[in-house]
């Protein structure tokens, strides 16, 4: 799936290049069947294009486009990187798509680790060293301690009942009650 979804195109770098980042987010939901108690946790893959010097690329059209939106969300997570690293007040996620998704992930309560593939080949020495780093400026960043992602049995029944009210056709799985508008059944004497 994520293979049909991906862009790449061939350039003077790759034969293969990436047009795009993908994303793969996955939201997992447990409950504890003793106590009703839910944990939550969400897993965000990224594999990120990599940033691409235009005048080796020797991209022109749509590719230059894309090349330079690439560099941009990659700036972008530059930026935040640095702001997060020195602690400031405002961390600037809303100046890309990228860094507004990652948003969560970057947040004090998450585990987040970074894998940089870099090219065994002369010729991307400088683009090698460029990822290497961002890698190293990364690393320095400490975002705090990771927390569990938890609520109790009760808050959960109580987002079940809310839940009823806003979808009509929504069937609550903790309590059992019958969609609204919709025969409730009754007892034969």
Same mark, same amino acid.
């Given at each position: ?18 047009? /795009? ?31 691409? @010097? ?33 602690? /400031? ?11 507004? +998704?990652?948003?969560? /992930? ?6 987040? +680790? ?22 190293? @400026? ?22 079940? @009942? ?14 059992? +009650? ?12």
């Amino acid at each position: 799936m994520g293979h049909e979804n991906r862009a790449t195109e061939c350039t003077n770098m790759n034969e293969h290049s990436s047009r /795009s980042h993908a994303l793969l987010c996955v939201n997992i939901q447990g409950t504890n069947k003793t106590t009703g108690s839910r944990t939550s946790a969400r897993l965000n893959l990224i594999d990120l294009a990599g940033s691409e @010097r235009v005048s080796k690329s020797g991209t022109d059209g749509e590719r230059l486009k894309e090349a330079q939106s690439i560099n941009r969300s990659l700036s972008a997570l530059g930026d935040v990187m640095h702001s997060l690293r020195s602690k /400031s007040s405002h961390i600037p996620f809303r100046n890309s798509k990228l860094t507004y +998704l990652l948003q969560d /992930s970057l947040s004090g309560d998450s585990k987040t +680790l970074m894998i940089v593939q870099i090219a065994p080949v002369e010729k991307n020495v400088g683009e090698t060293m460029c990822s290497l780093n961002f890698a190293s @400026r990364v690393r320095t960043v400490e975002l705090g301690q990771a927390t569990k992602t938890s609520e109790s049995a009760e808050i959960a029944a109580l987002k079940d @009942r809310l839940r009823l009210y806003e979808d009509p056709n929504a069937v609550s799985q903790v309590t059992g +009650l019958p969609k609204r508008g919709s025969a409730i059944p009754t007892r034969k004497k």
